[in-house]
């Protein structure tokens, strides 16, 4: 069973790891750039 269910897991695992990655490090990169506006601005 643990074989069968693993592929499947996997792609969940892919699938919930890139909604992360979009919901946390997307803010971050766009939080990065706009700070180095301001600090060009200085």
Sequence with gaps: M???AE???DFT???TISQWFQTLIHPLI???QFSQL???DV
């Design 7 to 9: 592929s499947g897991d």
């Design 38 to 40: 301001i600090s060009l």
């Design 30 to 32: 766009q939080q990065c």
């Design 2 to 4: 643990v074989g069968v």
């Design 13 to 15: 695992k892919f699938s």
